[in-house]
């Protein structure tokens, strides 16, 4: 496991033979735009080609070559049905999603504009394709809603971030290059690019757009916006032919190399390079930029929002800061990083002829108020419509506990009426973490995002998405009375997720295992004013259309989500810890005669993340060529309280194997699952698991597959970018204080007791290793180590290696042959 939130994403390749080091001989499939595999090329030693998007390993020990053995070592058969797979892959992969939405009232007052952010993998250039897509919504007199689709989206080609400003007139769009050449800034009007900016980077690097440093705010006269950007990379030293180049030198340049300089740490799994985001503001009208003065070099930037203006008072930034202590620890998946928020003011003031000019003399009377000194966490700020108050989220818990993820608060601090921050500012909690929820109730609250304008019209109700058990559900929350509602529907076992706000009124997407995503409409009832409650209108939409296959393949699947009694229930186990777990089973709607069809368990990683019953194409894949899923939420899993989620650090390996194991013994005692054709697949956390129950149950799988899998946490130790983690998950609540980063052998030992390579000498069953060479979350030399020594004990193993993917192997390629991969080894081990 490891802060990889999300369990299986996706890809894969082919192989050499580890045993037999003939590699020219040995040619590698190739795909076509419809992803048969329609030729081979020759691969020479140590010399891939540009168009080669990876390498591979594959190790197999049976020893017994098939009669017709093809060219890359694969028998004819076996070629077949890759190449039936993957037509049926390419249709669930060309599904798009849609990843954020806006809403806008038009200049005539008539109806409302909504504008859609989609996304679709684009397998040939092995990158995502971004559209724009916008709608009209309008009300009829009877009280029905339609949208009115633009006919075509608009692709937004080489696009990394786009934001509207708050009336809606202009459109910010961000282009970073992927070279040294300027960051571009584009100001969009409602008919034409209105401005064009080239900042180079002298001034700073790449604009953040990952969503979790990235903050692009527009002040409210849509003159200023305030980002977060890389610091300009520091001077390195220049080497020539005579040696050392002083700077400033005048010698004549026959000829020089930038050398390397000190290394700097970087923020670890998919921020390598990325060192020092900063703060900035640029000036629309005059496209000039400003660092924001007085942030000291200890602080990473994220998440910017303008604080409320006053005509005539000093304009703040209200932005979170984390501190990289001594070292920076990997962030991505990982809450537990202590954070808060600050206030600055602006470098850009009102002169006299109103114009905006950088401040004089800023160093002077700038100081950087810390907002939340008396709470551990503080992130994603939002003030309230009247600028009376600051809500934000926290993840105390996690930061107290040590555990990378864990349940949410939500709080508020009044914003004093001059203007001013106030370090003393009280917090008032909102939303407390809950630690045991009664049956049916509030979980808790476990949100990855809050949306830009999150209020309705009171100006006191959020509304948020949050992970409700095995779903994910919208809620309203009044942040004065802390009273929470759940507004999408209760009786659902379908995932919800709140994409905008129109006034009082919701645009939501809809989805499950077996339904791709819907456009949902949602207006609260009227006359429900002691408990609100809301009606969702299915809206016509062009948005993730599939094809007829994809449909009639999809309608002869079901679902639902399975509640499992623990096992092993003790005294000293919480009362949170004792509940049920939860799996949510996709199968066919009939059977073929009394036979059940093949079982794959999936596992989601983390281990402190969970798996919702949103649509994922690639498991939806896999339903459609003859599986059922088991997909388990173990104790430990987000969405079920904190004592359920704390019960896990110090008992990887073993409670949450046995949660597994329960679960599929639950599935066999139903009849949904034949005990002789069950195989298991988990990526990070979930491939500690799967190579944990092979070891443990080695009987009990015909086949298994591992995507960047933690198989030794004494070797991840030394080599992560969260060594932290491993400490925390071995030796629990007391792993936080002891964490080094120089191991005892005691401590080692026991991270190697508790990792699944101490199980291997059991294992059995034929295992895929699907690994991406970058990840640094769980270095690639973890995966190779299980494999290498399962092959050495005579295990059957094939090990696909992705040279340019990170922990998520997320590149449309890399995901495509992933899940390709999968469905093939399966089909071999569970006929």
């Given at each position: 496991m490891v802060p990889l939130s999300h369990l299986i994403t996706p890809t894969s390749k082919w192989c050499l033979n580890l045993l037999r080091p003939r590699f020219s001989s040995l040619s590698l499939p190739t795909f076509s735009h419809t992803h048969h595999l329609l030729k081979r090329f020759t691969a020479k030693p140590l010399c891939l080609s540009s168009n080669q998007k990876f390498v591979c390993f594959a190790m197999d020990v049976s020893g017994a070559n098939s009669i017709k053995e093809m060219p890359w070592g694969v028998d004819e058969a076996t070629e077949g049905e890759y190449a039936s797979q993957s037509e049926l892959l390419q249709e669930f992969t060309s599904i798009s999603t849609v990843d954020k939405a806006w809403t806008f009232k038009p200049e005539n007052g008539k109806g409302v504009q909504a504008m859609f952010s989609i996304s679709q993998p684009n397998l040939l250039a092995n990158k995502k394709r971004k559209y724009i897509l916008s709608s009209h919504i309008v009300k009829e007199s009877d009280g029905f809603t339609s949208f009115q689709w633009a006919p075509f989206p608009v692709e937004m080609t080489g696009v990394s971030t786009m934001v509207p400003s708050p009336s809606g007139s202009k459109l910010l769009v961000v282009r970073n290059s992927e070279n040294e050449s300027p960051t571009q800034f584009e100001i969009w009007g409602a008919s034409e690019v209105e401005k064009e900016f080239h900042i180079p980077h002298s001034v700073h690097g790449s604009v953040y757009s990952d969503g979790w440093f990235e903050g692009i705010s527009w002040n409210s006269d849509e003159t200023l916006i305030a980002y977060v950007a890389e610091e300009?990379?520091?001077?390195?030293?220049?080497?020539?032919?005579?040696?050392?180049?002083?700077?400033?030198?005048?010698?004549?340049?026959?000829?020089?190399?930038?050398?390397?300089?000190?290394?700097?740490?970087?923020?670890?799994?998919?921020?390598?390079?990325?060192?020092?985001?900063?703060?900035?503001?640029?000036?629309?009208?005059?496209?000039?930029?400003?660092?924001?003065?007085?942030?000291?070099?200890?602080?990473?930037?994220?998440?910017?929002?303008?604080?409320?203006?006053?005509?005539?008072?000093?304009?703040?930034?209200?932005?979170v800061g984390w501190s990289s202590g001594r070292r920076?620890?990997?962030?991505?998946?990982?809450?537990?990083?202590?954070?808060?928020?600050?206030?600055?003011?602006?470098?850009?003031?009102?002169?006299?002829?109103?114009?905006?000019?950088?401040?004089?003399?800023?160093?002077?009377?700038?100081?950087?108020?810390?907002?939340?000194?008396?709470?551990?966490?503080?992130?994603?700020?939002r003030f309230s419509p009247d600028g009376k108050f600051l809500v934000f989220?926290?993840?105390?818990?996690?930061?107290?506990?040590?555990?990378?993820?864990?349940?949410?608060?939500?709080?508020?601090?009044?914003?004093?009426?001059?203007?001013?921050?106030?370090?003393?500012?009280?917090?008032?909690?909102?939303?407390?973490?809950?630690?045991?929820?009664?049956?049916?109730?509030?979980p808790g609250l476990y949100c990855s995002s809050i949306l830009g304008k999150p209020w309705l019209s009171d100006g006191y109700t959020m509304i948020l998405s949050s992970y409700w058990r095995s779903t994910q559900a919208i809620i309203s929350v009044h942040v004065q009375s802390g009273k929470l509602v759940r507004i999408s529907p209760g009786d659902s076992d379908f995932s919800w997720n709140v994409l905008a706000l129109d006034g009082d009124n919701c645009v939501a997407v809809c989805s499950s295992p077996i339904d791709v995503p819907q456009i949902k409409y949602g207006?609260?009832?009227?006359?429900?004013?002691?408990?609100?409650?809301?009606?969702?209108?299915?809206?016509?939409?062009?948005?993730s259309r599939c094809s007829e296959k994809v449909r009639t393949l999809l309608s002869s699947l079901q679902f639902s989500v399975m509640k499992i009694p623990v096992r092993g229930v003790t005294e000293n186990l919480s009362e949170g810890a004792r509940k049920p777990i939860e799996a949510i089973f996709v199968s066919s709607k009939s059977k073929k005669s009394d036979a059940c069809d093949p079982l794959i368990v999936m596992l989601h990683g983390g281990p402190h993340s969970v798996s919702v019953s949103s649509f994922s194409k690639s498991f939806a894949f896999l339903s459609s060529i003859g599986y059922s899923l088991l997909i388990v939420n173990y104790r430990g899993s987000l969405g079920f309280g904190e004592e359920a989620l704390q019960s896990l650090p110090g008992k990887v390996g073993s409670q949450d194997v046995n949660d597994v194991l329960t679960a599929i013994d639950h599935a066999i005692d139903m009849g949904l699952a034949d005990p002789s054709k069950v195989s298991v697949l988990g990526g990070s956390h979930g491939g500690f698991l799967t190579t944990h129950l092979i070891g443990q149950a080695p009987d009990k799988f015909v086949a298994a597959a591992v995507r960047n899998p933690v198989c030794n946490l004494a070797l991840m130790v030394g080599t992560t970018d969260i060594p932290d983690w491993c400490f925390v998950e071995t030796c629990g609540s007391e792993g936080k204080s002891i964490f080094t980063e120089a191991p005892s052998a005691e401590q080692l030992k026991l991270m190697h007791s508790m990792s699944p390579i101490s199980h291997l000498s059991k294992v059995k069953t034929p295992t895929l290793f699907l690994l991406g060479a970058q990840d640094?979350?769980?270095?690639?030399?973890?995966?190779?180590?299980?494999?290498?020594?399962?092959?050495?004990?005579?295990?059957?193993?094939?090990?696909?290696?992705?040279?340019?993917?990170?922990?998520?192997i997320e590149k449309p390629q890399s995901d495509f042959e992933t899940f390709l991969n999968i469905g093939v080894w399966f089909k071999k081990y569970c006929k």
């Open positions: 300009p990379s520091p001077s390195k030293p220049t080497f020539s032919g005579l040696g050392y180049k002083k700077r400033g030198s005048a010698e004549k340049d026959c000829g020089s190399w930038k050398g390397q300089g000190d290394w700097e740490e970087d923020w670890g799994e998919t921020y390598a390079g990325k060192r020092q985001p900063a703060l900035f503001v640029i000036n629309i009208n005059s496209g000039e930029v400003c660092g924001v003065e007085g942030i000291g070099k200890s602080l990473s930037i994220g998440q910017v929002v303008w604080a409320p203006s006053t005509k005539g008072l000093h304009q703040y930034l209200v932005f920076k620890l990997g962030i991505k998946y990982c809450y537990n990083r202590p954070c808060a928020l600050y206030a600055v003011r602006a470098p850009f003031h009102e002169s006299e002829a109103n114009e905006l000019r950088p401040k004089e003399n800023v160093s002077e009377d700038v100081q950087v108020v810390n907002l939340t000194q008396s709470i551990s966490s503080a992130f994603f700020p989220l926290s993840a105390k818990s996690s930061v107290d506990s040590g555990a990378h993820s864990a349940t949410d608060s939500l709080h508020r601090i009044e914003w004093p009426t001059d203007g001013k921050p106030d370090p003393s500012a009280k917090i008032v909690d909102v939303v407390p973490v809950v630690m045991c929820a009664e049956d049916g109730c509030f207006c609260p009832d009227e006359g429900s004013s002691t408990v609100p409650s809301w009606s969702w209108a299915d809206i016509s939409s062009p948005i640094l979350r769980v270095p690639v030399s973890n995966g190779l180590q299980y494999a290498r020594a399962l092959k050495e004990k005579g295990g059957e193993a094939k090990v696909i290696v992705f040279p340019n993917d990170v922990h998520g």
